[in-house]
């Protein structure tokens, strides 16, 4: 689809600023310490050229907004919260864990379908050893597909929100459809149930969840900690603040009041217009 065209820069410029905002954000997304660079995209993955979620999960701005909203949704609810709380070291390495998501859907998105089902198994394997006891004695297992189909909802949700605010307004209804219906190969495979293959589904599935879901202060910490973190430079603070302020924005009420965030009445026109800014710079730098 056409996007709007980038800033109006002199051509002798252009090429060098591009390649200065793509490297920013590869190495934001890529360890390079771990030898880690983009995933190639391969004709033999799970999907496709002609997929949507090809031209969603290739988009910058729509995955950071929407991995953000995602997260906030899944720490609403205690087995998830749990999870993360008791097996994870998110407090001191947040950004870590943000990029093992962002290379996961990359990689079922993207690879070759053999790299696709590998790393799909080797996350159903780290969620076969997480479990515990949640604060009211109930037991969680992180494989359960219950759980597994919560997570699934609230990323593919968040991020066919995030894509539709600030690249394809538009879309059809039998392309987002046809999305979840694409992603429902990648719950499938991690083992949730169930699995929704439309929008209307999904978002019957996360209502059907909402009597389920709390906060208490490991929520509140967990959402400072995504909300807060420092970006990896001073000169990323502005466009860290905004995207988390789009994220924040992106969320349904019912959730932004669970987690006592404010309604952003005043200032959600800036906040939307400078994010679709960004993300109209960042495809420019990607074309």
């Known amino acids: 689809m056409p996007y709007p065209n980038g800033p109006a820069i002199p051509r002798s410029l252009a090429q060098p600023l591009k390649n200065a905002i793509t490297a920013r954000v590869v190495a934001v997304f890529n360890d390079k310490s771990r030898g880690e660079k983009p995933v190639p995209r391969q004709?033999?993955?799970?999907?496709?050229?002609?997929a949507v979620a090809w031209r969603i999960h290739g988009d910058v701005t729509a995955m950071m907004v929407g991995g953000i909203a995602s997260l906030l949704l899944q720490m609403l609810h205690p087995a998830v919260l749990a999870g993360v709380w008791d097996h994870s070291n998110f407090r001191t390495d947040m950004h870590g864990r943000l990029r093992r998501t962002a290379r996961f859907i990359a990689t079922t998105t993207y690879a070759g379908r053999g790299d696709a089902d590998s790393i799909i198994a080797r996350v159903r394997h780290i969620h076969a050893q997480v479990g515990g006891t949640l604060p009211d004695g109930t037991q969680y297992h992180a494989n359960d597909p219950a759980l597994l189909a919560y997570v699934h909802v609230t990323e593919t949700l968040s991020f066919?929100?995030?894509?539709?605010?600030?690249a394809e307004p538009g879309m059809s209804l039998?392309?987002?459809?046809?999305?979840f219906a694409e992603m429902a190969q990648i719950a499938a495979g991690l083992g949730a149930a169930p699995i929704p293959t439309t929008r209307a589904a999904a978002r019957d599935l996360l209502q059907d969840m909402r009597p389920q879901l709390r906060t208490d202060a490991r929520t509140t910490e967990v959402a400072a900690l995504i909300l807060n973190r420092r970006a990896s430079t001073r000169l990323a603070e502005p466009l860290q603040a905004l995207t988390m302020q789009a994220a924040i924005d992106l969320l349904p009420p019912w959730a932004r009041r669970m987690h006592n965030l404010p309604e952003a009445n005043f200032t959600k026109p800036l906040i939307r217009a400078g994010t679709r800014g960004v993300a109209s710079t960042l495809r420019w730098a990607f074309a």
């Open 160 to 166: 066919l929100s995030s894509w539709m605010r600030y």
């Open 174 to 179: 039998a392309d987002q459809d046809r999305y």
């Open 43 to 50: 004709l033999d993955g799970l999907f496709g050229p002609s």
